[in-house]
């Protein structure tokens, strides 16, 4: 079966520190992966997806980026972290327009 | 663009009731609508997904129906239960070049209460 892992689950940053999140995919292969944001009262916004390793699109200007160095493998990076990057951030998989399955979510608290 | 709305916004119950959440979307031209749960603090569980062609899905207690003409879905519970508490999202995903992307509503939190 599949199983979808995200890590750290919780983060406290000071502002202008860097980012690294990561996701992985265990029990498919090729999947689409996705990073999603939902901040409060913002709700769930879509922030990167992947088709394929190396390839990325953004949906979203702003000061996050992302990189798929392996097949099952998705990392949310930031250089400098702003107040408005808190939040929940969630990462999703699935096999093309399928169903979409979340990992667990990691909490990012930027002070 | 695509916009999603989720009626109500929020829903308190008592234990056995059947209940509908409602979700409205501007743009008919979707791929497939999915509807998850998200218990506070932890990821989203997904729920039931219906094709653009279908009408219904059902799974357990729960029944999800399409309107793709009228940018409407519904989720019926039915029986509730405590352990349906939760916030409930619906979401779009527009297919094609879109590879994907799902554009959620807002939500409604439903508490049910014993």
């Known amino acids: 079966s599949q199983t979808i892992h995200q890590w750290p689950a919780t983060l406290v940053q000071p502002v202008g520190s860097p980012l690294s999140l990561e996701c992985t995919v265990e029990g498919t292969s090729n999947p689409n992966l996705y990073w999603y944001r939902q901040a409060a009262g913002r709700g769930l916004q879509l922030l990167f997806y992947s088709v394929g390793i190396g390839q990325i699109s953004s949906e979203v200007p702003q000061n996050l980026s992302a990189s798929r160095p392996q097949d099952r493998q998705f990392i949310l990076s930031s250089k400098k972290l702003l107040l408005s990057d808190s939040g929940f951030y969630l990462c999703?998989?699935?096999?093309?327009?399928?169903?979409?399955?979340f990992g667990p979510g990691t909490r990012l608290t930027v002070l | 663009k695509q916009e999603v709305t989720q009626i109500p916004a929020a829903l308190s119950v008592p234990e056995g009731e059947n209940l509908v959440l409602n979700c409205s979307f501007t743009?008919?031209?979707?791929?497939?609508l999915q509807w998850f749960r998200q218990d506070p603090g932890k990821g989203l569980t997904s729920l039931l997904l219906?094709?653009?062609?279908?009408r219904e899905q059902t799974s357990g207690r729960l029944n999800a129906s399409l309107d793709k003409s009228s940018g409407r879905s519904t989720l019926y519970i039915a029986a509730s239960q405590p352990g349906d508490s939760a916030t409930y999202l619906c979401?779009?995903?527009?297919?094609?070049?879109?590879?994907?992307?799902?554009?959620f509503g807002q939500g409604t939190i439903l508490t049910v209460h014993p």
């Open positions: 999703a998989w699935s096999v093309r327009e399928g169903t979409q399955y």
């Open positions: 979401a779009v995903n527009a297919g094609g070049t879109s590879y994907g992307k799902l554009t």
């Open positions: 219906i094709q653009s062609s279908q």
């Open positions: 743009d008919s031209a979707i791929y497939n």
